[in-house]
């Protein structure tokens, strides 16, 4: 069974289609068109135009996690179509903020998106079956709030402000003929965590490949690399990055690990 993959908005542009600070990505499986994020705008709507990609067909809808980027483009999506549920993880919630020198930023969901959209909308918790051979599966590691810590990201809660733990990211797991393919875009909870998680909960299965950004663009080349070998010790066979590693980490990715690092762009098309 033949999985397709199109990247409809990252960083880079391609061949005339713009892109953004932001990932949105189609997946086509079993017959069945699953939408990955929404970018950062409705700038995904215009690429999708131009991808000949039809808006209105998209069978469901999913958030990685509660970050603009990856948001702020979901009314848009929801306002055109008209069938997707939209699936969100159950943590997720208007509460992400970046720590800026004193201040705090909020860079989470469109605010009243939860409530101006509750009957598109699925929570969802633990490991989520959306169809026959795709699952949403949450971050199992323990201790990420100490990545929020480093990163500066933080939530705002009933009970004050504490460091963002992720568990409002959740990973897109496609069963293809290679194996299992993850999709994780920005994979806050650390890339090498998300396979061995993915690894854990399907013991039986191979975990082929890892698609999405790593967060690498603020880290230093020693951390990178360390990365890297994580990534290879958990022996995946293909990586495609793009959005928050950029450039310069996957220069240095691609050094370490090869031809079985590929690079997004908007337009991007994999297949397996």
């Given at each position: 069974?033949?999985?397709?993959?199109?990247?409809?908005?990252?960083?880079?542009?391609?061949?005339?289609?713009?892109?953004?600070?932001?990932?949105?990505?189609?997946?086509?499986?079993n017959g069945k068109k699953i939408l990955l994020d929404a970018g950062a705008s409705d700038l995904f709507l215009e690429n999708m135009k131009k991808l000949k990609i039809d808006v209105a067909d998209i069978d469901y809808a999913t958030l990685s996690h509660a970050h603009y980027d990856h948001a702020n483009g979901l009314p848009a999506f929801l306002d055109n179509n008209n069938k997707a549920k939209l699936y969100l993880r159950d943590k997720t919630e208007e509460g992400c903020y970046k720590k800026v020198f004193i201040f705090k930023k909020y860079i989470g969901i469109p605010r009243k998106m939860l409530s101006d959209y509750s009957d598109r909308i699925e929570m969802v918790s633990g490991d989520y079956q959306l169809m026959d051979?795709?699952?949403?599966i949450p971050?199992?590691?323990k201790g990420l709030a100490s990545i929020g810590e480093r990163e500066k990201m933080c939530r705002k809660t009933p009970k004050?402000?504490?460091?963002d733990d992720f568990m409002h990211e959740q990973s897109l797991v496609l069963d293809t003929?290679?194996?299992?393919?993850?999709?994780?875009?920005?994979?806050?909870?650390?890339?090498?965590?998300?396979?061995?998680?993915?690894?854990?909960?399907?013991?039986?299965?191979?975990?082929y490949g890892l698609i999405g950004g790593f967060h690498l663009f603020n880290k230093t080349e020693e951390e990178?690399?360390?990365?890297?070998?994580?990534?290879?010790?958990?022996?995946?066979?293909?990586?495609?990055?793009?959005?928050?590693t950029k450039?310069?980490?996957?220069?240095?990715?691609?050094?370490?690990?090869?031809?079985?690092?590929?690079?997004m762009n908007v337009g991007y098309q994999m297949t397996f």
């Amino acid at each position: 069974m033949e999985t397709n993959i199109t990247v409809v908005v990252d960083n880079k542009s391609f061949d005339g289609i713009q892109g953004e600070w932001g990932l949105s990505i189609l997946v086509q499986y079993n017959g069945k068109k699953i939408l990955l994020d929404a970018g950062a705008s409705d700038l995904f709507l215009e690429n999708m135009k131009k991808l000949k990609i039809d808006v209105a067909d998209i069978d469901y809808a999913t958030l990685s996690h509660a970050h603009y980027d990856h948001a702020n483009g979901l009314p848009a999506f929801l306002d055109n179509n008209n069938k997707a549920k939209l699936y969100l993880r159950d943590k997720t919630e208007e509460g992400c903020y970046k720590k800026v020198f004193i201040f705090k930023k909020y860079i989470g969901i469109p605010r009243k998106m939860l409530s101006d959209y509750s009957d598109r909308i699925e929570m969802v918790s633990g490991d989520y079956q959306l169809m026959d051979g795709v699952w949403l599966i949450p971050h199992k590691t323990k201790g990420l709030a100490s990545i929020g810590e480093r990163e500066k990201m933080c939530r705002k809660t009933p009970k004050g402000w504490i460091p963002d733990d992720f568990m409002h990211e959740q990973s897109l797991v496609l069963d293809t003929d290679k194996g299992l393919v993850i999709l994780n875009s920005c994979s806050h909870g650390g890339a090498a965590n998300i396979i061995n998680e993915i690894k854990t909960t399907f013991p039986d299965k191979n975990v082929y490949g890892l698609i999405g950004g790593f967060h690498l663009f603020n880290k230093t080349e020693e951390e990178i690399r360390e990365v890297a070998g994580r990534i290879r010790e958990t022996g995946i066979k293909y990586v495609c990055t793009g959005h928050c590693t950029k450039d310069r980490a996957f220069g240095i990715l691609k050094d370490e690990l090869g031809d079985m690092v590929n690079q997004m762009n908007v337009g991007y098309q994999m297949t397996f």
